[in-house]
Each structure stands twice: as structure tokens, then as C-alpha cells.
């Protein structure tokens, strides 16, 4: 039987070596042209011409232009020549693919595409675009935090993909495909050195155990980078403590079984460990002007008459040293003042974040004649504990952080027939099982100096005036200890079809369904660890006893009583996915598509970690209802110009109504207060075009140029605390605004071009990311405010005509623009602070096959 035109049959997934990457998304106005190039097939002539990129995103392998989907593909070559080895590098690669800022930690990994669905550091919350690793969803996001030596490709699919693939892509999902194990005997290592002391080191060999029977791929990985902030309060002589570090040690072994023609089998260990100092990412910028924006003084009042002197005044985080300037003084009497304007820190009590991931997986793939049998069988574990300390100077106020274990078992069984010209039909059909946990353990402990740091001014005042009074004060909080804790549980049961109807020769249509029935449940519990220090006896043998019950106030303000466990409602749900899409064929390189798709994401039951709300509180306990997704598509594929021009445009729009997002608030329940919640924003709505060219000049000179236009915003009233007033009552209605952390207009160009000299070749590699300004906060503080800004990324090469070996100059960032990765503004309590962006960064790197 012929072969479908578009189907590629036994193509294998280890690179070639050859051919052009195809990346996304292009926007028109620019004249130079783009792309990133994924895994090629044999270009068809001598031309200079595109060659053919094969993925995998409606599991079965197909030629990217054949595929009715707006899906970007980042190839093996493209990812290794510029250093793309984790999610955290693909938004400058991908537009309208967004990640929580670089520098945090494995909590807080979470994507969103076209602006939508991030959700930073919530441990009973899906998110809303998926993971999926060598074809195994990560139920929880931070099964991300991960570097990789060999990828093959990385598929960025956008829009609604619950109908074929993984759980948790009511948005869309990331695909990462790593490369198989081969027969035919390979290696290669890479050695990088470079800025901030950057030390790392990758190394891949794959080969025959048993010749056309079993087949092996191993990996390793480490690596090892200074951050960009100085702690200074733990630098000594030329010992550094630095933070935003990289400190990576991961290897991934594989093996491929092929006992007969018609089945192959293909298993996967890997094991991650991290040991970094990331957690710190906020350097203080300023303390804010002496007056609110509706003209109130800040002003604080203090209990001791101390008037500070100095380069700032007596209001705000600052003001909070003066205020408790009896206490927090340097060794000259001067009061403490935190460090401003740099990216120095001071920092007693904060920790390295330790990471460990492991798993495992088992694809099996029996042929059937006309169809295919696939079964993926796999296992994954996270455990990870943070202690992120506080800008507390050399005091010991206190520590939280975050220890949390996941776990999940996923099992999915697939039938799909191989596309054939003879059939007026093609489809796949499955069923998917998932068992997961997240246990998060959310502590807090207090030092020494949390008392006077804590106390309202009345107490303050009352316990510093006397020596028994101080140490009453010390002992309220000091070796205190008390933890939050959840544990999340689901079990999904999901059956999924699509089936793609050619009506001619040239229309096909394309339905999908997806059913997914689930349990959830959750529980909390407040624990009091080590209660402190018995005040009513000490106040006792300090003869201030009348001073006792001051002492236990400041205890009550931070500590509340312990309950738990307490069960929350259980979720029983339905959930329901679907996608239709017609597409065209207007020849064999111009096809043209439309899709209709809902997409679902689950809810989850929130609990409210607030002292102030116990059991029996109607605000302890909220179910949050699942995400809605309504998307609209229209694009055109073509290939111009003998094929050596590539020009696709996307036109969508996304509806989400129930979206789930955070809020914060005044608390009810303590007036002059603010809480952070979570909630369901009534709908929020994302529109654009995503454009994506690839031009192919000559044999050696290939211009890229990718980007999109997005605008997403709430639809209905969603309201957050103004900023910048005196009061906390006055909210902001973010109805019609832009969403924060999302840029109008994103655009990626840029050339990479080889060239042979005396015998070696040599490469040059220039590409733009160009990001227009956006708040970091939906109150649109001005204060949030990111400029436009462009980063520029050099590289250059010179090695082996072959590949055999190669040596590279890799400059990021090459005009050292300043920019940031989050922005907060100054409030009463709390100074201006931002995330800095990554600086110039210089790399030399040596790659070498053996």
C-alpha cells in the first residue's frame, strides 16, 4: 500500500546531523526571516531548500508543515549550538511561551503560553500548559527543574491539546524529546568555562549491548555557575557566598529492546540532584517617597523618640531598623540600614535549596499490521526543601521556607492506525491513569531578634525599657517552631479518540474527545513543632512577672493554635475536552487550517494558611472551581521560493472563564492588613497572530525571525489592592488591563551562518530577542514597569567539517542590557525591590566526538 504523503515510517529519533531546525512563530513587518529547525529528513535536492522537520506532536511522527496545529519546533542542532539545555531557556526562543523568572527553584517552575496559566508555587494547583518528557506528563511543575545533554527536539504546542496528549494542557504544553539509544556505536563530551566562574561538563555514549537485540544510551550532566548576588554577612577574606548559583548533577541511562521487527521497547532511569543557593532574587532598590499618592505622609511612629540621621528617613522597611533602632543597631550605635541600589545582600538565615528527582518509564511499541499498539508505563519522585531566611541583615529573626515530597504513577495505553492513502480515514484512540501526591510542609521558625521585630509599638515599648523586660522580649519568639501542611491526592481515569477524516484528496477533518473522571482530596493541619520557651517561668526568675503577659502578646501575634488534620471536601469530577479542525490542502506546500477546541483544567481545594482563619471559619476552606477553555485557530503553512522560504501565520483566540489566579486583599478579619488568596477571575481572554518564517539564502546562510502579537486581558471585574495609597481598602479593577508578566509583542531574529576556512568550518550564530514593556504586577504600579528591551546572543565556532570536534566563543546577552525578571513596589512595610536579569555572560565551550 502507498504511503499517505506526510507520513514518515520508521523514521528514527537519533539526529543525523543534518539539516535545518525548524523554531516558531515569525512576525511579518520584519524583513530578515526565522525559525528554529527540528529533526530534518533528507533534503530532496542539491538546492538550497528547507529540509523536512519531523514531530511527534499528534503522537505520530509527521512533517511539520503536514500538521494542522500552530506547533514550533526547536532542533537537536539549533539547542546545542546555542546552549539550550533546560524550559527556563525557551522563552526567549518561543513567543508567547512565558516562565516564572530564572533564579528561583523547583516550586516555582510553571509555564503559561499567550499569557495565560502560570501558577508560581502552589502545591494543590495543576498547571494549565504541561510538561511531557519522552512521552510522560509531569503531574506537578516542578518535575521541570531539570538540565538535559542530548535533546533531540523540543515541540511547543499552543492551544488546547487535553484531546491526545498528557493532563494539565488545557493551554497547551511543552513536549521534550530526548534522543533514543542507537546500535550504532557513539560518544561525545562538552567542556564549558566561563563567566562567574562557570564549571560544567556533559558526556553521551550510546551503542550495541547486544547487536540487534539491545541497545543502550547513557548520559551525564553537571554543572556548576557562581550567581549574581553577594552575600556579604557570610563573605570571609576570599571565601563568597554567592546566590542565583547553578549547581546541577543529573545522569539519564536508557535502554532499547528490539526482540522482532514489530516490537521495540524503550526504558529510561534518571536521577537528578541540586544544591544551590537560589532562592534569594530580590535586591532592595529604593524606600519610596516620604508621602503615599494620595499625599499621606509615611511616617512611623517611634516608641522611642530615636530620630535617624542619614542618606534615609524614618518611614517604611527602612524606617522599621530606625523604629527598633534600641535593638538593631551596628557595633558603632548607628541603626542597621539594609543595602540599597546593588546586588549585594545580607542575608543570616538563608539556605541552599536541595533537589532530588528521580524516575523511571517503559514504552513498548507493537506493530499490528495496519495499526500500532503503545503502552507507557511510568514512575516519578521530587523531593525538595528550601530555607529562604529573610532581609533581615546579621539578625536572627526567623526562617521559613518549603519541604515538599511528590510522587506520581502513570500508565497510558494506545491504539493508533498508520495513515495510508488507500484509507478515507486515519485515528487513535486511548486510555491514561494517573496516581499522584504533593505533600508540602510550609515552616517557620524564629530567632533571637523576632520579638523585636514583631511586636507591635505598645509591646515593644513596654518590654524594652527594662533588661527583665528585653529578655522577655528575646524569648517570645526565639526557638519557636510551627508548619502549614497539605496533602494533595488525585487519581484520573481519562479515554481519548481522535479521528481524521480525508473527505478529498485535498479536506481533512480532524475530531477529537476527551473524558477525564477524577477524585481529589486534601488536607491541612497547623503544627506547633517547639513551642519556646516557658515565658511564665522565666518571667518569674527575671521578678517580671508583671511583664509575662506582654511577652506572651508578641507570642500570640505571630503563633496560633495548632489543629489538624483537617479533611477538605472532596472533588468528584467530569471533565471534558474536545477539538474540532477542518484543514485544506491547497498543494503540496500551502495547507490551511481552522480548529474549534475546549480544553479543561481541574480544580483543586485551597486552603487559607492564616492564623486568623481556623476550622470553622467559612473562609478556611475553598473549592476552586476547573479552568474553561474555549480556542479558536486559523493559520496557513506554505513553503515559497523552490521551498528555501518558509511562511506560517496564526490567528487565536482563547477564552478561559472560571480562570484560576491569585488575588490579594484586605483581610476581613485584621483591618490595615493585606491576604493573598486564590480564586477564580470570571474570564480572561487572549488574542493575536503568531507568525514564523525560515529563510534558507544559500547552503551555508540560513535568516531567522520569529514573533507574536498578544493581547490578554480580564474581560469581567477581577479587583487587587491599589498601590501606592495609604489605604489597603482601595482596589484596582484590572478589567480591560493587560495581564501582568506579559508582553504585547515579542519578536526573536537573527542569522546563523557557516562557512569552511583552511580546511575546518567555521560558524557565526546572531539572534535578537525583542520583548515590548509590561507590568510584573496586575495593580500596574508604575514601579512595575518593565521597559521594552532587546538581548543579543553571539556565538561563534570553528571546528571539523565533520563535526568531529569544535570550539566556540558563546556570548549572551552581548551589549549587557539591563532589564529585570520581576519588579515590586514599596508599601508600609516593605521596601522596592526587583529581580535582576542576567548580565553578560562570556563561555568558551569544546565539544568533541569520539
Not at 117 to 134: F, K, L, T
Not at 494 to 523: F, W
Not at 535 to 551: H, K, N, R, W
Not at 826 to 838: E, F, I, P
Amino acid at each position: 500500500m502507498k504511503q499517505r504523503s506526510g507520513h514518515l515510517k520508521n523514521i528514527r529519533h537519533v539526529a543525523s546531523g543534518k539539516g535545518l531546525r525548524l523554531s516558531a512563530v515569525t512576525v511579518a513587518v520584519l524583513s530578515v526571516l526565522s525559525g528554529g529547525y527540528a529533526q530534518a529528513a533528507e533534503s530532496t535536492t542539491s538546492e538550497a531548500t528547507l529540509e523536512k522537520v519531523v514531530v511527534t506532536s499528534r503522537n505520530r511522527e509527521e512533517i511539520a508543515q503536514d500538521v494542522p496545529l500552530p506547533v514550533q519546533v526547536l532542533g537537536g542542532a539549533q539547542l546545542d549550538r546555542e546552549n539550550i539545555k533546560s524550559v527556563w531557556d525557551l522563552p526567549s526562543k518561543a513567543p508567547n511561551l512565558q516562565l516564572n523568572p530564572p533564579g528561583e527553584n523547583a516550586r516555582k517552575v510553571s509555564a503559561s503560553i499567550r499569557g495565560l496559566g502560570r501558577a508560581s508555587a502552589n502545591d494543590s494547583m495543576e498547571q494549565s500548559v504541561g510538561v511531557i518528557v519522552d512521552g510522560v506528563s509531569l503531574y506537578y511543575s516542578g518535575q521541570a527543574w531539570n538540565d538535559y545533554v542530548d535533546l533531540d527536539r523540543i515541540e511547543v504546542l499552543r492551544g488546547p491539546q487535553g484531546t491526545l496528549i498528557g493532563k494539565n494542557t488545557s493551554l497547551g504544553a511543552i513536549k521534550i524529546i530526548t534522543q533514543a539509544p542507537s546500535f550504532k556505536k557513539a560518544s561525545s563530551f562538552e567542556v564549558t568555562t566561563g563567566s562567574l566562574n562557570t564549571l560544567s561538563g556533559k558526556f553521551a555514549a550510546t551503542g550495541a549491548l547486544m547487536e540487534g537485540l539491545l541497545a543502550y544510551r547513557g548520559t551525564f550532566l553537571v554543572d556548576r555557575q557562581d550567581g549574581l548576588y553577594d552575600n556579604t554577612y557570610l563573605n570571609y577574606g576570599n571565601a563568597r557566598e554567592t546566590w542565583r548559583e547553578s549547581n546541577k548533577i543529573a545522569g539519564r541511562y536508557q535502554l532499547l529492546w528490539t526482540p522482532t521487527a514489530n516490537l521495540s521497547g524503550r526504558f529510561i532511569f534518571d536521577k537528578l540532584r541540586s544544591d544551590e543557593r537560589t532562592n534569594t532574587g530580590n535586591v532592595n532598590v529604593s524606600n519610596g517617597p516620604s508621602t503615599y499618592n494620595d499625599g499621606v505622609a509615611r511616617t512611623v511612629t517611634n516608641p522611642i523618640g530615636y530620630t535617624p540621621t542619614g542618606s534615609y528617613v524614618n518611614y517604611g522597611y527602612l524606617g522599621k531598623w530606625a523604629q527598633r533602632s534600641a535593638w538593631f543597631h551596628n557595633t558603632d550605635g548607628s541603626v542597621y540600614q539594609p543595602p540599597l541600589g546593588t546586588t549585594n545582600i545580607e542575608n543570616s538565615e538563608a539556605r541552599p535549596q536541595l533537589t532530588n528527582q528521580h524516575g523511571w518509564s517503559g514504552q513498548f511499541d507493537l506493530s499490528l499490521q495496519e495499526h500500532t499498539l503503545t503502552s507507557i508505563t511510568a514512575y516519578r519522585y521530587q523531593d525538595f526543601d528550601i530555607k529562604n531566611g529573610g532581609q533581615n541583615g546579621p539578625f536572627y529573626v526567623g526562617n521559613s521556607g518549603q519541604q515538599l515530597w511528590n510522587k506520581q504513577t502513570s500508565q497510558e495505553l494506545r491504539l493508533a492506525s498508520i495513515p495510508d492513502a488507500g484509507k478515507k480515514f486515519d485515528y487513535q484512540f486511548g486510555l491514561y491513569y494517573l496516581k499522584a501526591e504533593v505533600y508540602s510542609d510550609d515552616p517557620t521558625y524564629y530567632g533571637p531578634d523576632a520579638g523585636a521585630w514583631n511586636a507591635s509599638n505598645g509591646n515593644y515599648t513596654t518590654l524594652i525599657a527594662s533588661a527583665a523586660g528585653r529578655e522577655l522580649l528575646r524569648a517570645s519568639l526565639d526557638g519557636v517552631y510551627q508548619s502549614w501542611i497539605t496533602d494533595a491526592k488525585v487519581s484520573s481515569l481519562a479515554g481519548y479518540g481522535q479521528i481524521d477524516l480525508h473527505l478529498t484528496e485535498k479536506a481533512s477533518l480532524s475530531v477529537g474527545l476527551r473524558q477525564t473522571k477524577e477524585h481529589k482530596t486534601n488536607r491541612t493541619e497547623h503544627q506547633i513543632d517547639r513551642s519556646g520557651q516557658d515565658l511564665t517561668a522565666l518571667g518569674a526568675a527575671l521578678g517580671a512577672s508583671s511583664l509575662v503577659a506582654t511577652a506572651q502578646n508578641v507570642r500570640n501575634g505571630q503563633v496560633g493554635a495548632a489543629y489538624g488534620p483537617v479533611a477538605g471536601n472532596p472533588i468528584d469530577a467530569s471533565l471534558t475536552s474536545w477539538n474540532i479542525g477542518p484543514s485544506y490542502k491547497l498543494n503540496d506546500d500551502v495547507l490551511l487550517y481552522s480548529s474549534l477546541g475546549k480544553g479543561q483544567k481541574s480544580g483543586f481545594i485551597y486552603f487559607n494558611p492564616s492564623i486568623s482563619t481556623p476550622p470553622g471559619n467559612p473562609d478556611f476552606e475553598t473549592d476552586i472551581k476547573p479552568e474553561q477553555t474555549l480556542d479558536f485557530e486559523l493559520g496557513a503553512k506554505t513553503l515559497l521560493l523552490n521551498r528555501s522560504l518558509l511562511l506560517n501565520a496564526n490567528l487565536y483566540y482563547t477564552k478561559v472563564t472560571d480562570y484560576q489566579a491569585s488575588w490579594t486583599r484586605e483581610d476581613p478579619l485584621n483591618p490595615g492588613t493585606n491576604i493573598t488568596r486564590w480564586g477564580n477571575a470570571p474570564k480572561v481572554l487572549a488574542r493575536g497572530i503568531e507568525l514564523e518564517s525560515a529563510y534558507q539564502w544559500s547552503k551555508n546562510l540560513e535568516l531567522t525571525a520569529n514573533g507574536a502579537y498578544n493581547r490578554a486581558t480580564y474581560e469581567t471585574q477581577w479587583l487587587i489592592v491599589a498601590p501606592e495609597l495609604s489605604s489597603t481598602t482601595t482596589l484596582f479593577d484590572a478589567k480591560g488591563q493587560q495581564i501582568a508578566n506579559v508582553p504585547l509583542a515579542t519578536i526573536n531574529y537573527g542569522v546563523n551562518y557557516k562557512v569552511p576556512v583552511g580546511g575546518y568550518q567555521a560558524r557565526v550564530n546572531l539572534i535578537n530577542s525583542y520583548k515590548s514593556g509590561f507590568y510584573f504586577n496586575d495593580n500596574h504600579s508604575a514601579n512595575t514597569y518593565q521597559d521594552a528591551y532587546t538581548i543579543t546572543n553571539l556565538g561563534l565556532g570553528l571546528g571539523e567539517q565533520n563535526g568531529a570536534w569544535e570550539i566556540s566563543l558563546l556570548v549572551k546577552n552581548l551589549f549587557n542590557t539591563k532589564y529585570a525578571l520581576s519588579k515590586a513596589t514599596w508599601t508600609n512595610t516593605a521596601a522596592q525591590t526587583k529581580t535582576v536579569g542576567d548580565p553578560r555572560y562570556v563561555g568558551l565551550v569544546f565539544k568533541s566526538k569520539i
